[in-house]
């Protein structure tokens, strides 16, 4: 098979690949996301990161508590985020367990959603922890019942013992089962990772191997989305893309929960991958209470008061 | 509301609103602000607007000054435990930190250097050189110097502008610590947060004449360098200026130490990690638009790497965002003065002509006051002047090594000893430059840090002594074994 | 007594580890403290304290590199060598400068002891002038005292021995190489120690050892833009401000001591402080 011309599915190129990846300096990391978050974004350029905020989220529900009615409300949402405003953006995608992919998918067409994917977290979402054969299960029953987009975890265990191959063999599998039918996001669990130089390391191995996307946490550990681990993941989309002319998206998730939050990670992508990642084919942003944090920002700055939780649906 | 099509940053400008610039000054004398005679402007460089009128000290002023701290000296301050002294430098630190957003916007202002600099690196740094030192006051007997050492009395301090407060803190503070009393002359350009300093003096209650600020331009620099009654000479500038400074007090017993030019390598190693050395040599060079003696002004690149690592520091640098010193988004502000300016231009012009080949960030620059565009030039030897004298500016002078000892002796072939960088992720390479490189001041995968407790200073023609940490100190001392 | 004439030593220079003449071919008279003359000593040139610049230039990334450990034995060495050939040294100080032997002996003495002494900072000096500095933020950030590079001296007339020595071993103790000019007056010990050296273990070049005028080659030391640093303990005073304005070209350390403690050697030292950030 050809990787881009980077690998040829061998554990020795696919080392080989890996290995010369340069390094990345925790610190001087840290040091430039924390730079990049002193930006002030203010006026028409903060409405504008508002409405291209919400567009990006993933508007996501993955509780063991979830049922058909907690899955409709947040479908209604995701397509009408602000029931009052119609200018306010329909969210990316909604993001469940494989479960709740029909319910999701059948009542995002009946609100008028059809443009809104649905994103189903798969391979034993969230630890990975299955055969193998359990996951590619997993994936064709979410593709089945209609996800256009497979979030998919690695095995982190494989990752961290360096069985790179095993990581690799898993998302070119998982990819193929998509094919064209749903764009693949592939979760490291950044947290889980630790360093740095694994998260482009996974970074790097996910998109020689298919990934459409690439994606920080499940949302289950802590720390998730950080500003440098998002730094980084942009800076490898970019090398990925002077390297190969194809970009992959980046989904940070977990932990941005308010606007300023968010704005941090526009910055961040504009600054990092440039201003062709702005866009919800290309940056998404897995969160839940992040959505009405943006639309009480946005109503403040229409109506040049402090909005109320009041005015904003809980769903 | 017109949203716009893309994520331009709308302007951020940081308001102007919480400093009263005064339309003159005058001196700070024995504690308190005097009348100047001759007066100079003092204008934005950002915009070439007038900020205010500064005096221009005679020989008059600058022995009142002296006379001044001669007599705090003797009468207040050499007779104060260290404890006491060291409790006014607290007070001071407090202070400062207090008034920072003004101290920011004034310096900024002033200077031309972006507010998220003058905010977040020189105030803070000022403030942080005051509380450092203030703790040093009660405590000199064990810094180590020795056990008989004293202060040496009025120390005479002529400061640059290119970090006006933060060049402040780093005289005054360990001067006061030690038990001396000053007298200071900040830039021509850039008086104005020196003057505002002083405010934070009377707030302080500091004793009369321990702290004086005379203004004015070269020409009253020398007055303090001359003047019989200075017993220590410290100075941060320019190479040349230093070495008129180590003559005129050659026949004197006044001790100096001397702060002087720099050009910087910045050695990338090709096992580094790629980006943050590009973010490094970005921080290197155009921090503080290159005004800084310790830039990194000589990129040198294993060649290896050498393509791909200019495609990345041209893709970061079309990010910088240069403009208005005010907007909180400005990473490159305005240079300093026109003449600066004009230096900048007649050394890049030959770089031009001998061959190097330039290259600048595309931004737009504004119309009014001095600008210039973050530049690199490629294809420069060790024979170019780019590669030789100290620009003092936003621009990059690029070259190559082959082997690890070829970077080390391209670093070193240079008559300044400042500081330099290197950039790799093996850990004995690391130790192996440091060591090898001939700089006061190495930063190893990291570059232009700064920290009260960490000495600062240069081999070679950089200057004389250290600032900052323990070792700072044995400057604003005598007794500390040689003279 | 035989009737046997001695054999007399010709007093020359010492320049990377040999003994040549001055390239002058000009000599001067010394004679003992009852005027009868000795010893006809080189009358050092310019070329001269060139040529050892370069000596010296040459051997100080070697003897930077060594060891403190190994620095520290050299010195050492020097000392023992000093004590082996100890009764020379107080026969020379005794014809020169007509001291009592008691003196003569204490000053040989002193000098093998101070030696010792100074052998014994090769070690230390780095621990006890070093640093390592708490920033705030994730750096590792330490300062150590390196050595200058090349310096050049001016011993002191007297006591001849003794200031020779105060001037050479901390000067080298921390890695830097040296071109120093003797007592102009009583050279003597001065080149004798040379042969110290020469049966020691320092290697060649570091060391350099001219007699001659001060008057003639400090100018010349203070503006060779090769010499780091310059010890001018041994100058009038009178003469230190034309130093420092000659040496000011390329702002060499210039420093004149008045005592031996650590300080002297960390005169000759530059402080270097590295930051190194702290991560995974």
């Known amino acids: ?36 978050a002193t930006r002030s974004i203010k006026t028409t350029s903060k409405r504008w990161a508002i409405d291209t905020a919400i567009s990006m989220v993933d508007l996501t529900t993955l509780e063991g508590a979830d049922t058909v009615g907690k899955v409709q409300a947040l479908c209604t949402k995701a397509v009408r985020p602000d029931p009052t405003d119609s200018s306010v953006p329909s969210v990316g ?63 982190r265990g494989a990752f961290l013992s360096g069985n790179y191959i095993d990581v690799f063999n898993e998302i070119v599998a998982i990819k193929a089962l998509c094919g064209e039918r749903a764009h693949l996001k592939v979760i490291f669990e950044t947290g889980e990772l630790v360093t740095y130089d694994n998260v482009r390391k996974a970074s790097f191995l996910a998109m020689a191997a298919g990934a459409d996307f690439i994606k920080t946490s499940t949302g289950k550990v802590v720390p998730a989305a950080t500003a440098p681990v998002v730094l980084v993941m942009l800076e490898a989309v970019r090398d990925f893309y002077s390297m190969t002319q194809r970009r992959i998206g980046v989904k940070p998730a977990g932990g941005i929960r308010n606007t300023k939050d968010a704005i941090k990670q526009l910055v961040l992508v504009n600054e990092t991958a440039g201003p062709e990642w702005l866009t919800p084919s290309l940056f998404r942003i897995g969160a839940s209470a992040l959505l009405n944090d943006l639309l009480m920002q946005r109503m403040k700055m229409d109506d040049g008061y402090y909005a109320s939780p009041a005015y904003v649906t809980i769903d | 509301m017109e949203i716009p099509v893309s994520f331009d940053y709308a302007p951020a400008p940081e308001s102007r609103a919480i400093v009263s610039i005064k339309p003159k000054y005058g001196h700070f004398i024995a504690g308190k602000f005097v009348a100047g005679s001759k007066h100079f402007p003092t204008i934005n460089p950002a915009t070439e607007e007038v900020l205010s009128h500064i005096a221009l000290a005679g020989k008059a002023e600058v022995d009142a000054a002296v006379k001044a701290a001669r007599k705090a000296y003797t009468t207040t301050w050499s007779k104060m435990s260290g404890k006491e002294r060291g409790k006014y430098l607290f007070r001071i ?36 050189h005051f509380f450092y030192h203030a703790g040093w006051a009660d405590k000199l007997e064990f810094a180590g110097l020795g056990t008989s050492t004293k202060p040496h009395g009025v120390a005479g301090q002529i400061i640059p502008w290119n970090f006006p407060l933060l ?35 009377q707030q302080a209650e500091l004793p009369a004449g321990v702290v004086n600020i005379v203004t004015g331009d070269g020409s009253t620099g020398a007055l303090i360098v001359n003047h019989p009654g200075i017993d220590k000479i410290a100075f941060t500038g320019s190479t040349d200026v230093g070495k008129i400074i180590a003559r005129a007090v050659a026949s004197t017993p006044k001790s100096v130490t001397l702060e002087l030019g720099g050009k910087a390598a910045n050695i990338i190693f090709e096992d580094a990690a790629l980006d943050e050395a590009v973010e490094g040599i970005v921080n ?62 007649e050394l890049t012009a030959a770089g031009d002509a001998e061959g190097a080949q330039r290259w600048s960030a595309p931004c737009e620059l504004p119309t009014k006051g001095f600008w210039f565009a973050p530049t690199i030039f490629t294809g420069v030897t060790q024979a170019h002047r780019i590669a030789r004298e100290e620009i003092f500016g936003p621009v990059l002078s690029v070259l190559t090594f082959r082997t690890p000892q070829e970077a080390i002796d391209k670093a070193n072939n240079t008559p300044f000893g400042l500081s330099a960088g290197v950039w790799s992720e093996k850990g004995s390479r690391i130790l192996w430059a440091t060591q090898q490189l001939r700089a006061g001041v190495v930063w190893a995968n990291t570059f232009n840090k700064f920290d009260p407790t960490s000495p600062f200073g240069g081999y070679k023609e950089s200057g004389w002594g250290r600032e900052g940490g323990r070792h700072g100190l044995s400057a604003y001392l005598k007794g500390v074994g040689h003279e | 007594m035989n009737n046997r004439i001695d054999v007399k030593k010709t007093y020359k220079l010492f320049i990377n580890g040999a003994f040549p003449r001055t390239e002058s071919g000009r000599t001067y008279e010394v004679k003992s403290a009852k005027g009868v003359f000795i010893a006809n000593p080189c009358l050092a040139s310019r070329k001269d304290l060139k040529d050892a610049v370069v000596a010296a230039r040459a051997a100080q990334p070697g003897w930077n590199k060594a060891t403190a450990y190994n620095k520290g034995q050299i010195l050492y060495r020097l000392a023992e060598m000093l004590e082996g050939r100890r009764a020379q040294f107080v026969d020379e100080i005794i014809t020169v400068t007509g001291v009592t032997k008691a003196k003569a002996e204490q000053e040989v003495s002193e000098s093998i002891d101070r030696l010792v002494w100074y052998a014994g900072w090769s070690d230390k000096i780095s621990s006890l002038s070093g640093a390592l500095n708490p920033v705030a933020g994730p750096y590792y950030n330490f300062t150590i005292p390196e050595s200058m590079g090349v310096i050049a001296a001016i011993a002191p007339e007297t006591p001849s021995l003794l200031g020779l020595i105060d001037t050479v071993a901390p000067i080298i103790v921390s890695g830097n190489t040296l071109v120093v000019l003797a007592s102009t007056k009583a050279p003597l010990s001065a080149m004798s120690f040379a042969e110290v050296i020469a049966t020691s ?62 300080g002297r050697i960390l005169a000759f030292m530059e402080a270097k402080t590295v930051w190194h950030p702290i991560g995974l």
Request: net charge negative; charged share 25%.
């Open chain 2, 167 to 201: 060049m402040l803190a780093w005289k005054v503070a360990p001067a006061l610590a030690a038990g001396n009393t000053v007298v200071l002359k900040p830039a021509e350009s850039t008086s104005l947060t020196a003057l505002l300093f002083a405010e934070v003096c």
């Open chain 3, 201 to 262: 273990d320092v290697p060649a070049g570091v060391i350099n050892i001219l007699t001659g005028k001060k008057d003639e080659i400090a100018p010349w030391m203070a503006s060779h833009m090769d010499i780091d640093g310059l010890d001018i303990t041994g100058l009038t005073t009178k003469n230190h401000a034309e130093i420092r304005i000659s040496g000011a070209e390329n702002l060499k350390r210039i420093f004149s001591f008045k005592s031996h403690d650590p």
């Open chain 2, 284 to 345: 290197g060079i155009f921090f503080n638009q290159g005004h800084v003696c310790c830039a990194g002004s000589r990129l040198i690149l294993q060649e290896s790497i050498a393509d791909e690592v200019l495609e990345k520091l041209k893709v970061r640098m079309a990010k910088i965002r240069v403009g208005d010193p005010m907007d909180k988004n400005t990473d490159v502000g305005a240079i300093n003065s026109k003449e600066q300016l004009t230096k900048i231009i």
């Open chain 1, 1 to 36: 098979m050809n990787f881009y011309g980077l690998v040829d599915g061998t554990d020795a190129s696919l080392k080989h690949y890996l290995r010369e990846l340069s390094g990345v300096d925790q610190v001087g990391a840290d040091a430039r996301a924390a730079m990049l």
């Open chain 1, 93 to 155: 995608a909604v993001c469940v367990y494989n479960d709740m992919v029909a319910t999701a998918r059948k009542h995002l067409d009946l609100v008028g959603g059809q443009h809104v994917g649905v994103a189903a977290v798969s391979t034993a979402f969230p630890s990975g922890r299955a055969s193998m054969p359990v996951k590619i299960r997993d994936t064709q029953d979410a593709l089945d019942a209609g996800a256009s987009e497979i979030d998919m975890v690695i095995d």
């Open chain 2, 93 to 128: 630190a407090r202070i400062m930190q207090e008034r920072a957003r003004e101290f920011a916007v004034l310096e900024t202002l002033d200077n031309g250097k972006p507010i998220r600099e003058s905010r977040d690196v020189d105030v803070p740094l000022a403030a942080a």
